[in-house]
């Protein structure tokens, strides 16, 4: 198991609904070192990769995206989400159904942040049906950027997500992938990985 693995097996709490709560080193109270483990796990997978902007969505990518973007000496972008988004001329907008929130979110990133040509690495904490990420390949489409690659720390292969946008031709790193996962044992199984 890789340091994200072991360290999911030990703190994550499964809940009913194919939900991961992993709330005590990241998405609630953040683990510095676990944050600098996965963005060095990115930057050693991306290696060669040229990177002008790091974007990631509102909140919990927010930590990863930073300590990544660091290490590149680049800027973060971060999408917000917003109920009633409706304006367009000054931002870039797209739709995303959120699966923990059940419900759909615009998300949207103001112009000047993202340029024509740009090279962009997008990152997230979970990657699941995929939506959050859509959106946030939209955006940079948008805004005439280039996707040069997709980073989570933690796909859930039951979902379909990952699957679509590898199909789809995107190059995407899960630091972990989850394959099964009981709330009633409390058991998680990962994919093995190279
Ligand atoms: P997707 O858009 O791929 O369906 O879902 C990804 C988004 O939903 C992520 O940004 C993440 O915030 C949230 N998410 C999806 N599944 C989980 C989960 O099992 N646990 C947590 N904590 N967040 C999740």
Redesign the pocket.
Known sequence: MNFLEEKIATDGRV?EG??????NF??HQIDIDVMRQIACEFKRRFKGVQVDKVLT?E???IAIAVMLANMYDVPVVFAKKGAAVTNTDDKYISQ?????HKKMNNVFVSRPYLTKGEKILIV????????????LIDIVNQAGGEVVGLGVA?E?GQ?N?GRDLREAGYRLESIAIIDEMDDKTNTIKFREQR
């Open positions: 809940y194919n939900v991961l709560k992993i709330d990241l998405n969505i909140a919990s990518g995303a159904y959120s699966f923990t997230d904490d979970f990657l699941a049906d995929g939506k959050a990420f859509g959106a933690v859930k979902q997500g």
